[in-house]
């Protein structure tokens, strides 16, 4: 396959070809001689007689010229023929190669590579094509990457959205199945100062559950718009640590906050300090009385360990979903809400940190480790 230009460039360069031939056999006649030529030859006879003659040299030089001409316009064409071909198909040959490796690209094929090897000015163009293409590739890979991330939070929203439904029907349905029991007057239900403070109840309950809801979904939102500080870790484990040390202490628990080795971090701190709230909360709420508590910053890692039962590996599957509640903590009364880790988990990923909630080796309990 050769593209238009290798003709073009063909016909123009044998084109010129010839009108040099054509030229060069014009300006032969022109400076050819014009004179007559005295020749003298010396001929030997019996009466020793010295002969002279005179030569017609224009017409001589006219029909050596006109002898030759086939052959040497014949020889002149052949050699414009080869040179030709190799100047167009040395011209011609990266172009198409360009152009091959391009049609290749438009078809986003990621091996497609022009393979020009040269310093002129084609060679620049093969090389900047190269690049442009490469990038190009990276523009695409990253769209994609974020497309899926865009289809993964819609994915999230919309399941956090039918979770957040479905636990709210529930004590919705409570409620109005004991209002009506009541406005019915039947049986127990009649009693309304025993069932009055029970839907107060419900109410808190589901008021307390609106509030997480809209706090997650306004997390979601304006995670990108949070503000960044550069705070000490130390400081910042040390004040969330104290209000729960006394709730720790009145509960009978034994709180320790052990801090080897501070550090500069540069995050969201109010963000933070959300998620350090929660996983304190967790952890005071589920550790048993004599048991105990311990805080730990070391390096750059903040370990938050409590003495309880652990959780099962089927359990740790599903911690951090949204309205997940352990067996053990299934009363919403008892157990919380099940959002308190997904905010965790939303806040520590936004913001690129890496941890794990697992337990303890050296003793029975939970373990929650960030590292910073």
Known sequence: MKTKLFYKIFAFTFGMMLLITVLAHVLIFMIAPSENVLITSTTVTNEDVLAFSEVDMPQLITQTILKSFPLSFACCMVISLVFSFLFSKGITGPILSISTSVHQMSKLDRTAEISVISTDEIGGLANDINSLYQSLLVTIRNLEEEKDKVQLVEKEKIDFLRTASHELKTPVTELNATLENMILKIGEYSDYES??????????????????????????????????????????????????????????????????????????????????????????????????????????????????????????????????????????????????????????????????????????????????
């Open 195 to 372: 069932y009055l403070p029970r839907c107060k109840e419900i109410t808190e309950q589901l008021a307390e559950m609106i509030k997480d809801i809209l706090n997650a979904s306004r997390l979601q939102m304006q995670m990108e718009d949070v503000p960044v500080t550069t705070f000490s870790l130390a400081e910042c484990v040390s004040e969330l640590c104290e209000p729960y040390r006394l709730i720790a202490e009145t509960n009978g628990l034994r709180f320790q906050i052990e801090i080897i080795e501070d550090m500069s971090v540069r995050l969201p701190e109010n963000q933070l300090k959300k998620a350090l709230s929660n996983i304190l909360s967790n952890a005071v709420n589920y550790t048993e009385a004599e048991r105990h508590i311990k805080v730990k910053l070391e390096k750059s890692v903040l370990s938050i360990q409590n003495e309880c039962v652990p959780l099962s590996p089927d359990e740790l599957q599903h911690i951090f979903e949204p309205f997940y509640r352990p067996n053990r903590a299934r009363d919403p009364a008892n157990g919380g809400n099940g959002l308190g880790l997904y905010i965790v988990k939303t806040i520590l990923d936004k913001q690129g940190l890496q941890y794990c909630f697992t337990s303890m080796k050296s003793k029975t309990g939970m373990e929650f480790v960030i590292y910073f």
